[in-house]
């Protein structure tokens, strides 16, 4: 299985990035999908999830109402949409499979690369 993000970048506050997670080797319909952030000196953070089975995501507080998580399974990716971005959502940002949803990284078989967000103030 790989997992390959993409979409990051340099952004002014209030700005907005969409994220991709491409996967290769297993579905993503038949699992569910975490994506995760890791900020300098900070350990690496649940962000938000999808489930496989009826598609119902799941944020951490403090990006509800600005991200969104969602899959295309034709495409076998799942996205993340970010708006409204603030300088903490500055990370290097990882997507993450998983049998069930979960918010524990440890949980997570499966990673990417991950793809670094830097948001300007």
């Known amino acids: 299985v790989q997992l390959v993000e993409s979409g990051g970048g340099l952004v002014q506050a209030g700005g907005s990035l969409r994220l991709s997670c491409v996967a290769s080797?297993?579905?993503?319909?038949?699992?569910?999908m975490g994506w995760f952030r890791q900020a300098p000196g900070k350990q690496r953070e649940w962000v938000a999830a999808?489930?496989?089975?009826?598609?119902?995501?799941y944020y951490t507080d403090s990006v509800k109402g600005r991200f969104t998580i969602s899959r295309d399974n034709a495409k076998n990716t799942v996205y993340l949409r970010m708006n409204s971005l603030k300088p903490e959502d500055t990370a290097v940002y990882y997507c993450a499979q998983n049998p069930r949803v979960s918010v524990f990284q440890e949980s997570y078989e499966y990673w990417g690369q991950g793809t670094q967000v830097t948001v300007s103030s």
């Open positions: 080797g297993r579905t993503v319909s038949n699992y569910a």
């Open positions: 999808i489930s496989w089975s009826s598609g119902t995501t």
